[in-house]
């Protein structure tokens, strides 16, 4: 069975960035990583949306904006509905096919508005590789509640005091879960 592992907590604790030392690091040992990845738009010392980006191609688009017209709105941003279904679904699908290690960052109220995101995750818990993803703390859709119970998902609450170590922990755990796969 493949390792799933998906990190949880509160805003702004560190979970993207444990995401992002662990991709880095398995990169650098030469593993193929793909999926997507998000992070802050800032206008000066103000978050005023989010971008999404395909780790295989480097593609990147908005995931929602504070300016977006139109899309579902949450909170005070509207979701790039295009985005969120070509590139965030896109790169999962791609990294299913492609990749090492498929990476989900996050599986959140955003990314949760689109049906085909949501395949797109089905399908990587499914598809028997590595995965590691982040996932809503607060979030009630029921693909969020089949991760946090889920038979063979180790879900991680990511804390100040764990997530110094956590990216090495983590980078070990993947390399003998791949290891284990390459073997007869």
């Known amino acids: ?109 955003m990314e949760l508005t689109s049906a085909r995101f949501k395949d797109a995750v089905r399908s990587a818990l499914t598809c028997g590789k590595p995965l590691l993803g982040t996932v809503h703390r607060n979030a009630q859709d029921p693909l969020v509640k089949t991760i946090k119970s889920g038979a063979g998902i180790d879900v991680i609450e990511v804390s100040f005091a764990n997530r110094e170590t956590l990216p090495s922990i983590l980078v070990e755990r993947f390399k003998a879960a791949l290891q284990q796969d390459l073997l007869p």
């Open 1 to 109: 069975m493949a390792l799933l592992v998906f990190l949880t907590g509160l805003p702004g604790v560190g979970k993207s960035t444990v995401v992002r030392r662990v991709t880095e690091r398995m990169k650098e040992g030469g593993l193929k990583v793909g999926g997507m990845v998000s992070a802050d738009i800032r206008s000066g010392p103000s978050r005023v949306g989010f971008e999404i980006r395909n780790l295989l191609t480097g593609e990147v688009g908005t995931l929602a904006h504070v300016n977006q017209a139109t899309g579902p709105r949450i909170g005070k941003y509207r979701v790039n509905s295009d985005d969120v279904e070509g590139i965030g679904a896109g790169a999962i699908f791609s990294a299913i096919k492609d990749a090492d290690l498929v990476v989900i960052d996050e599986v959140g109220p």
